[in-house]
């Protein structure tokens, strides 16, 4: 039977066409993650050009204060404008840290260059405390910034900082960018493509067992007469199934390694990410209008950086976990539907409609977001303080499980009409 | 020596009663006809004999045994209709994995093969051939496993005549082969030039019979006659 199934899987489907998708998908997401720190890269130093303009005029004035300030506004504003041009991440970091070593309440306040130095006031208390241990990280681990230096805006916040949270352009560009091969996987995990590569692998792979019963054809009597019974048959496909998934992810991710490498370096696995754990009450380091004591906005949980090789780490056990589930889903699917049109429809449309369902803790795709299970933020999305990533991966699992089972039960079979 | 055996036997598809308490007992070697009009059960039987239905009623043996899937296997080999391949796998990977199950070797799927004189396409994808060339490949895998007894379902329907005479002639050897060998078919001029032995589907029974006269009157005597009648 596995000799058999080896030879239908590599005879039959075009299993290099599916490959060569995800390759392609994945290369056009670090591409155009890179056009797009680019642009806002670009759109910052615009930022900066303004604001030497206006150094330059208040440099010029007839008033010996204002030209003072001006002239060390100009040196500071070329000094920010040669780093960011050049991407000398080293240099933004220093400048940002020196802004951020303050802390006592009343001191001066911290900037993120070249952003306004009123942005960061903007900041919820949390998102502040959360940059100010992001750089923390960045310096104790000699770890190099991706640039632009990312501010942690939360959405879920936004009704407590003064941030306009429609405000596009903003969030453009101070979003976290990914333009290397590990953080391209953070981003996958961020934007759902985990769901976009189960669409992509059931467009090849969802009538792996329907294909035995479609239409007039009916081989499961023929391959029962050959001592192949149902329960044997299925789970061979399943196992065909499931190591093809992994097979074709794991080949594709690796050819895009080998990319992303040349094109634009792996990555650093410590880079920090947010992640959300049950801890002690923040304390903000400033007072400002809206760095309240509320900096416990998430509480229980508050926000710790976590290296990315952790956050990898948990995304990795949820892709082995859901391709598993989406292998006996299909079984199931096969089963009950021996259709080859239904079970290849339903393979592609089920994963997307993570797109389009809203947020429930009673719907199976919330516990599908990647990012969400990986950095616990699903905790607080279902109102717990406990690390949830053990508990979704034991029921994905046990969905695979029931699913399986129920893709055992035997069919009669019809004859050849 | 083996028997196929079937007692009071009744089968029915949504209350349209195909079998009503048919009996039969098989145990002498050779070729049998199964012949009835289309839609009379031919299919059917084969289907019970291989355990894929189950009747309401009466019992089904072979060896005195129930017909479960481990008997099946070692006791029939059903040559269905050519349908049941796999379009993109070969001749060749079809007849490997029949072997492998059956744990038959090289030199039995090459005798086979030379049988049905397989040798020019069964390397091709099954989808690519012809119907009698595809109908020789299914013929072929049904062949191979040498069970005691070996069911054949419409061999020669839709045949070139190169394929007909080759089907024939594999036929004729069956006779001695020591096996019980059922072939249903509506072509009565190719049935009787290998035997006259003869299953009749008459309504809802089974009629044993030797044939001496040609089978084709003898077929209008009980089916066309019995219409009008």
Known sequence: ?417 | MTEISLYQMSFAYRHHPVYEKASLTLTQPGVYGLVGPNGSGKSTLFDLLCGLLRPQTGTITLDGAAPSAGVVFNTIAYGQDAGVLYPRLSGADHLRFVAKQHGRDAAAIAAVSAQLDLAAFVAQPVGSLSMGQKQRVAIALALLPQTPVLLLDEPLNGLDPDSVIIIRKLLVGLQDSGRIVLVSSHNLAELEKVTNHYLFKVGTALQEEVVTTAAEARYEELFHRAATE
């Open chain 1, 1 to 417: 039977m596995v000799g058999l199934e080896w030879r239908k899987w590599v005879r039959g489907r075009r299993l290099w066409a599916c490959l060569l998708i995800l390759v392609a998908l994945m290369i056009g997401c670090l591409e155009m993650e890179r056009r797009q720190q680019a642009a806002a890269t670009d759109w910052q130093v615009r930022q900066v050009d303004k604001r030497l303009a206006q150094a330059q005029r208040m440099a010029k004035s007839a008033d010996p204060t204002a030209r003072r300030l001006g002239k060390q506004d100009l040196a500071n504003q070329k000094q920010i404008r040669r780093r960011i041009a050049t991407g000398d991440a080293a240099g933004v970091l220093a400048a940002t840290w020196r802004s951020f070593q303050g802390g006592t309440k009343g001191d001066k306040l911290p900037a993120v260059a070249p952003i306004a130095d009123t942005m960061v006031t903007m900041l919820h208390a949390g998102e502040a405390e959360a940059m100010r241990a992001q750089l923390v990280y960045l310096r104790q681990h000699n770890v190099a910034p991706i640039l632009p230096l990312a501010i942690p805006t939360n959405p879920d916040t936004a009704t407590t900082n003064n941030l306009d949270a429609y405000d596009q352009q903003f969030f453009a560009h101070t979003r976290q960018y990914h333009p290397d091969a590990w953080t391209q996987v953070w981003q996958w995990a961020s934007v759902g493509g985990l769901l976009v590569a189960l669409a992509v692998l059931n467009l090849f792979l969802g009538d792996a067992l329907a294909e035995e019963r479609h239409g007039r054809v009916d081989h499961v009597r023929w391959l029962r007469l050959q001592n192949v019974s149902w329960r044997r048959l299925v789970l061979t496909k399943f196992a065909f199934h499931f190591v093809a998934s992994l097979a074709l992810v794991a080949a594709a991710f690796g050819l895009f390694l080998i990319y992303a490498a040349v094109r634009s370096g792996l990555g650093d696995l410590r880079y920090p990410v947010q992640t959300w754990v049950a801890g002690k009450a923040v304390t903000p380091h400033w007072a400002w209008s809206t760095a309240r004591d509320d900096a416990n906005f998430f509480l229980p949980l508050q926000i710790q950086i976590a290296p990315l090789a952790r956050y990898l780490g948990r995304y990795a056990g949820l892709v082995v976990a859901v391709l598993a589930a989406n292998s006996a889903l299909a079984m199931l699917v096969n089963r009950f539907l021996p259709s080859r049109i239904a079970g290849l429809m339903i393979g592609v449309v089920a994963p997307l409609l993570f797109f389009v369902l809203p947020t429930s803790k009673f719907s199976p795709w919330t516990y599908l977001n990647g990012d969400w299970v990986a950095s616990n933020y699903l905790a607080h999305v279902l109102g717990t303080s406990a690390t949830v990533w053990p508990y979704v991966l034991g029921g994905i699992i046990a969905v695979a499980a029931l699913a399986l089972l129920g893709a055992l039960v035997p069919v009669k079979g019809r004859r050849v009409a």
